[in-house]
């Protein structure tokens, strides 16, 4: 089957970095996505990766490697309005987005 | 409006009622989809509709009945669901379905309440 696994929760502390994994298993790759999503509103479209490599976009970055089936997105110099869950998806063979649980960070000030 | 609109944004609703969600988008997409949103769980993807035709419909109940009368527009119809039902539902919207770097953009939700 197909699946996507990352972290439940994270804790970081304003000012720092964190890293958030993900890894998955789908039948066909057509790209990785990250999504944030504040509690109670919409995800919102962060970051694209089909390519083996880093996209650095501000002061968040995502990665990948197809060959792990393995992705991260960094986040640096963590603000408090970074609270939110993220989530990784992968779309398949089938363009179908499949989607992970979603990791849920914590900012501490 | 701007981006994808969904109404209402709050439904309670008995398990023998029938109401509909709307969803509307204002992007020019071709694609629409409607996901349904647990705690802690996955996104699911329930039906989705490229170019006004359905073209997924992802082992969902027939409580659930969606139409799509124009690209615009997407419509998620309730039937005597169930309390586990109760979640938040959510549209999104694409250039196409079959784009890799099409991300897609979502409304703010429905959140449904089955008493």
């Known amino acids: 089957g197909q699946n996507i696994d990352q972290p439940t929760e994270m804790t970081a502390t304003e000012g720092a970095i964190v890293q958030i994994n993900c890894t998955y298993q789908t039948s066909g790759f057509n790209g990785l996505f990250w999504y944030q999503q504040h509690a109670g509103e919409a995800p919102t479209f962060l970051s694209y990766?089909?390519l083996d490599g880093l996209e650095e976009k501000g002061r968040f970055s995502s990665f990948l490697s197809r060959s792990k089936g393995y992705s991260y997105l960094l986040l640096k110099e963590l603000q408090m309005k970074d609270s939110a869950s993220y989530l990784c998806?992968?779309?398949?063979?089938?363009?179908?987005?499949?989607w992970g649980a979603g990791t849920k960070l914590i900012i501490k000030p | 409006e701007t981006g994808v609109t969904q109404t209402p944004r709050h439904l309670v609703m008995g398990m023998t009622n029938k109401k509909s969600l709307k969803c509307e988008q204002h992007l020019g997409h071709n694609a629409m989809y409607w996901y349904k949103q647990s705690a802690k769980k996955p996104l699911e993807l329930m039906f989705v509709?490229?170019?006004?035709?359905?073209?997924e419909n992802n082992s969902v109940p027939s409580r659930f009945s969606p139409e799509c009368p124009n690209s615009s527009h997407l419509f998620l119809h309730l039937h005597t669901l169930q309390p586990e039902d109760s979640a938040l539902y959510l549209c999104?919207?694409?250039?196409?379905?079959?784009?890799?770097?099409?991300?897609?953009?979502f409304g703010p939700g429905t959140r449904l309440t089955v008493l």
């Open positions: 999104a919207s694409s250039q196409d379905e079959a784009s890799g770097v099409a991300e897609q953009f």
């Open positions: 998806a992968v779309k398949d063979s089938n363009y179908q987005l499949i």
């Open positions: 990766n089909v």
């Open positions: 509709y490229n170019f006004k035709e359905q073209t």
